[in-house]
């Protein structure tokens, strides 16, 4: 039997397959990832992105291992909101912003990083971190757990700002 496809729904708003996307009031929801760019520079733009893992892991943006796209002769400002937390509640939070460049043959580089700590209550005698992971026109974060069995949650909200360069 025949299906009518209804993939753009304007009717009190925007809805994909009865989701709604942006409402009424012209609010952007519920998007997987958003990516802006300028119409008069084609050779930038700025995504938003979370990634998501447990205890030591590369964070993904799914759960099947995705990381960030990087296009190849771009240089990118990379920053990430960091949460981290444990079943007790115990909270780390931070903010770490990277330089990374990816040349022509896709290969990803971390030029520089800094991070910012907001909340360390990471108890004594754990080692919680997180630090930059760039790999063939990828970038992540990659965590290490330590000197506990409880499960650390990390999450990192991410913004990377790209301009290509050559």
């Known amino acids: ?3 009518i496809l ?3 729904d304007s009717t009190g708003g925007f809805s994909i397959d009865k989701t709604i996307v942006v409402d009424e009031l012209r609010n952007a929801k519920d998007f997987n990832s ?12 700025i995504s938003q992105l ?3 893992g447990i205890n ?3 964070l993904q943006l799914d759960d099947v291992g995705s990381q960030i796209t990087i296009d190849s002769n771009t240089i990118n400002f990379i920053t990430g909101n960091i949460i ?14 990277s330089s990374v460049q990816c040349d022509g043959n896709g290969a990803t580089s971390i030029l520089a990083s800094m991070i910012t700590t907001i909340k360390d209550g990471i108890p004594s005698g754990q080692t ?11 970038f992540s974060y990659s965590t290490t757990r330590a000197g506990t069995t409880n499960v650390i949650k ?6 990377v700002i790209s301009i290509a360069w050559a």
């Open 1 to 3: 039997m025949p299906r």
């Open 84 to 97: 981290a937390v444990n079943p007790l509640g115990t909270v780390y939070a931070g903010k770490i912003e």
């Open 56 to 58: 030591t892991a590369v």
């Open 50 to 52: 979370i990634l998501r």
């Open 128 to 138: 919680w971190a997180i630090e930059p992971l760039g790999s063939t026109n990828r």
């Open 34 to 45: 958003l990516e802006v760019k300028n119409r008069h520079f084609a050779d930038s733009k």
């Open 154 to 159: 990390w999450i990192v909200s991410t913004q």
């Open 6 to 8: 209804q993939k753009l």
